[in-house]
């Protein structure tokens, strides 16, 4: 064999050797991260079982371990039912529900973003996406590029910078579910970054301000400022609030102003939609007064955990049966056929541990709440529509009818809410807004 061919054989070889190595390891990350699943999941089981151990010390030290393994390990827990102990199903329900809340808080927080570099603003958008799970719609800028230098900013000031940079706004009206639309800036339209105040993954811009002289009534002058409030995408709040005893005007002059209304003003955002207006009432300021300098107060935001899962398998035999889920309970409640074309209603009853206004005002965000009929081969019943039935503080029940072909009892019921709900607390401020 001479040289040439020996060299050609030792590189073949090495070559099958890179390869076998490259299959080991993708087999060893594999079997690596399985391996830390099911110890995890095994950790996670053997802190359950001394939840109801004979002595106080490690039931509770348990408990509090439990709790710093982090809302990661909420797919490993147990169901809290009468199958489990008492003692365990007590303590398993009050770390589910901090862990609920936890991971709660966590999504609430703004996102981070990183980006470097000169791109086409259609990357830009993909890499938002990926690292956030805020989507764009964008059918202007295919052929904008920016340059962008950016290390775990938020969302929010991130993406006001990009938009300034391309001369592209968002479209709150577009209609586009779970994403933000860009629209053509007006070219004399001011730049977003600047105008806006941001507060965890919500943004705050004050969008008119408008003089009000009543000439027969001048006691009902007043100054109305139009406050919209826009949030990532990735998680629409259930309510918005905001108090109105919270809010203080600061004009140029040094002069103060509160409020003088008192109550809370609503807003019930629309799964359509990417955010929502909130208008306020202010006493007209002197003609001297050129702007507010500074307008601070409160927006409280009624925030879903993540959505969790309802099932009943026989309709007939588990009417009045409930299922409660880190705070939420939901009762199927009753199946009614309304007449002989198929249609059939079923009621569903929710009721929540603690409602923190969830249901005390803006209830829409019940109707939203994912329901499904399948038959024995998995095909869903057609949905017509729904109608509540009951209300009160903290419940609710809602009626939704399908149309099913053949045996009712044969069909699953599939019901999807959010397992809690908390109030998040998110204080702001706007500045320098030109009076007109």
């Not at 811009?205 to 406050?227: D, I, M």
């Amino acid at each position: 064999m001479d040289a040439a061919a020996s060299v050609h054989l030792l590189e073949r070889g090495a070559d099958s050797v890179k390869t076998l190595l490259l299959i080991t390891c993708l087999f060893w990350e594999q079997g690596d991260s399985a391996l830390q699943e099911r110890v995890s999941g095994e950790r996670v089981r053997e802190l359950v079982r001394q939840l109801n151990a004979t002595q106080r010390a490690q039931r509770q030290n348990a408990e509090r371990t439990l709790v710093k393994l982090g809302p990661e390990i909420l797919r490993h827990l147990p169901e809290a039912d009468r199958r489990l102990p008492a003692e365990t199903q007590v303590r398993l329900k009050r770390i589910v529900k901090e862990l609920e809340r936890l991971l709660t808080v966590r999504s609430s927080a703004a996102s981070l973003v990183t980006l470097q570099g000169r791109m086409p603003l259609t990357e830009a958008w993909a890499s938002l996406e990926k690292q956030t799970g805020n989507r764009m719609v964008d059918s202007l800028g295919q052929d904008i590029e920016i340059d962008v230098d950016y290390q775990r900013l938020p969302f929010w000031q991130v993406l006001d910078r990009m938009l300034d940079e391309a001369g592209l706004g968002v479209d709150p009206y577009a209609g586009n579910r779970r994403a933000l639309t860009t629209q053509r800036r007006a070219a004399d339209g001011p730049r977003r970054f600047g105008m806006a105040a941001y507060a965890g993954l919500f943004r705050l811009e004050a969008t008119r301000l408008q003089s009000v002289r009543e000439l027969r009534n001048p006691g009902s002058n007043h100054l109305q400022v139009v406050l919209e409030v826009a949030w990532e995408p990735r998680l629409t709040p259930l309510s918005l609030s905001l108090p109105l005893t919270e809010v203080e005007a600061r004009f140029e002059s040094g002069e103060r102003s509160n409020l003088p209304l008192k109550g809370v003003r609503f807003a019930r955002p629309i799964p359509d939609m990417s955010s929502v207006e909130l208008d306020l009432p202010m006493p007209l300021p002197s003609r001297a007064e050129k702007k507010i300098a500074s307008l601070t107060g409160e927006i409280v935001a009624l925030v879903p955990g993540r959505f969790t899962t309802f099932e009943f398998a026989d309709l007939r035999a588990s009417r009045g049966k409930s299922q409660t889920r880190a705070g939420i309970r939901v009762t199927y409640d009753d199946l009614l056929k309304s007449n002989d074309s198929g249609v059939v209603e079923v009621r569903i009853h929710l009721r929540l541990e603690q409602p923190n206004q969830a249901l005390e005002s803006h209830r829409g965000w019940v109707h939203r709440n994912e329901i499904a009929l399948l038959d024995a081969q998995g095909n869903k019943a057609e949905f017509v529509s729904s109608e509540e039935y009951l209300q009160g503080r903290s419940e609710a029940g809602i009626g939704y009818f399908f149309v099913v072909k053949g045996d009712v009892s044969s069909y699953q019921l599939i019901y999807r809410a959010p397992a809690l709900m908390i109030p998040v607390r998110l204080p702001f401020e706007l500045k320098n807004l030109p009076l007109p």
